[in-house]
């Protein structure tokens, strides 16, 4: 790990950024100048103005994402700024491209403020066909998202929330053929972890049909009545846990059918996974070191085992996710990317893998596979059809 920081920061240096704009268009005659600036260029403002629909036929707006944070959680890092923020933002930029051939830039903005972050958002969303929030800390995050899918017409994803849990959930359907369960025969799944990551997870596995679903934060079993409770989690605590059970992480996870780990390093022990049920399945996600790992988890009895790292099988990594999602979502223009969006992007990173490949350390297409973004963009945009957010 040492060595590969070392290395990052030597390329850093050589880099000097990961990303820069390239015209699309060549500027060598005053002809070529006259067609692509002045005077040919008023046309198509003039267009826009008659109908700003067209902002995304004339510009590039129709394929470009802007990739936004506060600085606030950035990776496991925490409140670093903004600036600091902005190697994660310029990487984030380079994934949408290079895997799902999205154009992104990447903003940082110098707030911490909800409604200053939620109006300097808005007031340039004109600008871009989407907006992926990164690295914005709970509960502020939470937030910020729902004002902005209020009030904007394009499509807001807070990456951390939704791409977390649309890759868990396909890992989980293919986890799920393999222990022979279906995801309402999981009797109790337990979450560690009741920030962004976790909130959105425990949404999307219900959509999926998951029923008993019990939040853990670092005081153990969310409890509606704890007037601790921000205003977002009180809410998951509502909506979970339909037992009312009580007490620590190391007492619930007794009997779980499946662990979802997005909080804190070396908090599960190999007793814990005995303590769960039978043919249990552990995805431990704080990265770079699991809540349990991996080997531990498999050694204590868990069946299926992921985790965020690529040194294990069963890496839960987002860029399954995004670049596909977005894709899709800009190929019908949709308004929104919403829960039927997301779940069909789970079951879409599901089906590349096929049943003969399917295996305890093979259940998610690799990172690299050129199959995925294709694939969720199809089954994204199709569902925005359905759904009834596609514009084109």
Same mark, same amino acid.
């Given at each position: 790990?040492?060595?590969?920081? @070392? ?67 950035? +990776? ?11 190697? /994660? ?55 910020? @998202?729902?004002? +902005? ?95 009312? @059970? ?5 007492? *619930? ?8 780990? *997005? ?9 814990? *996974? ?7 399945? /552990? ?32 890496? /839960? ?38 049943? @003969? ?22 089954? /994204? ?12």
């Amino acid at each position: 790990m040492k060595d590969i920081r @070392e290395l990052a920061l030597q390329k850093h240096y050589e880099w000097k950024g990961k990303i820069e704009v390239i015209s699309r268009v060549s500027v060598n005659s005053s002809e070529a100048l006259s067609l692509a600036y002045t005077p040919g260029v008023a046309q198509p403002c003039l267009e826009i103005e008659k109908d700003i629909n067209k902002s995304y036929d004339l510009t590039r707006r129709h394929n470009l994402v802007g990739v936004i944070t506060d600085g606030s959680a950035v +990776l496991g890092l925490g409140d670093i700024g903004p600036e600091a923020g902005m190697p /994660v933002m310029e990487g984030k930029c380079v994934l949408f491209k290079e895997l799902g051939g999205v154009d992104a830039f990447p903003i940082c903005i110098k707030s911490n403020d909800v409604d200053e972050l939620v109006r300097t958002i808005y007031l340039i969303s004109g600008s871009f066909g989407g907006i992926n929030l990164e690295d914005i800390a709970a509960p502020r995050c939470f937030e910020i @998202e729902r004002k +902005l899918k209020e009030i904007c017409d394009i499509p807001i994803f807070h990456d951390d929330q939704h791409g977390t849990a649309v890759i868990l959930g396909g890992a989980l359907i293919n986890a799920l053929k393999l222990v022979g369960k279906k995801t309402e025969d999981i009797a109790k799944c337990v979450i560690s972890g009741a920030g962004a990551a976790g909130a959105a997870i425990a949404y999307h596995l219900m959509k999926m049909g998951v029923k008993n679903i019990i939040v853990c934060n670092r005081r153990g079993a969310l409890d509606r009545d704890d007037e601790r409770l921000d205003p977002y989690r009180r809410e998951l605590a509502e909506k979970t846990n339909p037992g009312l @059970e009580k007490g620590p992480l190391s007492e *619930v996870i007794k009997g779980a059918d499946l662990f979802i780990g *997005v909080s804190a390093p070396n908090i599960v022990t190999k007793d814990m *996974v005995k303590s769960m049920g039978e043919k249990a399945i /552990v995805f431990a996600l704080s990265n770079p070191i699991p809540e349990i790992m991996p080997d531990d988890a498999k050694e204590a009895g868990a069946v299926i085992v992921g985790s965020g790292r690529s040194d294990f099988p069963n890496q /839960v990594n987002n860029v399954l996710a995004f670049p596909g999602i977005f894709k899709g979502a800009f190929r019908v223009r949709a308004s929104d990317i919403n829960d039927e969006m997301k779940l069909a992007a789970s079951y879409a990173i599901a089906s590349l893998v096929s049943d @003969e490949e399917l295996n305890e350390d093979y259940i998610l297409p690799l990172a690299f596979d050129p199959r995925v973004a294709d694939t969720v963009a199809e089954a /994204v945009a199709k569902a925005a059809r359905d759904s009834g957010v596609a514009r084109i």
